[in-house]
């Protein structure tokens, strides 16, 4: 469509359902797919994820809301929660698609991604750092 910009959406998952959660809310995944496309042209959503076989409905669903999977096997902090730390694919995939989108949009609750948000800003390949993180 002409004016619609093809941006790519870039979601660290974990983080940013956490992020969402710290502020008592509750994501619809369905509709935030739908929110990326309407107000950012988002185009194609990566969404990075640690996984967990007993996840696969999740999985499942994602895929049909239209988010294109990452996955990282997940391991196991101390006290034996589960960590999928996603950081280098996300950052990979956003240089490998960089000739392919016109901007990106980074979702993430923590500051991991300055250092690419910052790249893409310089380059003005940047459109939209979205963070469910009072701080």
Known sequence: MAG???NFAFIDGQNAHLGVSAL???LDWKKFRVYLTEHYGVSRAYFFIGYLAENQALYTNLQNYGYTLVFKPVTYRSEGKPKGNVD???VLQAMIEYPHYEGAVLVTSDGDF???AQYLYDQRKLARVLSPNRK
């Open 88 to 90: 280098a694919e996300l």
């Open 24 to 26: 008592g809310w509750k």
């Open 4 to 6: 619609v910009p093809n």
């Open 114 to 116: 300055a250092c690419l």
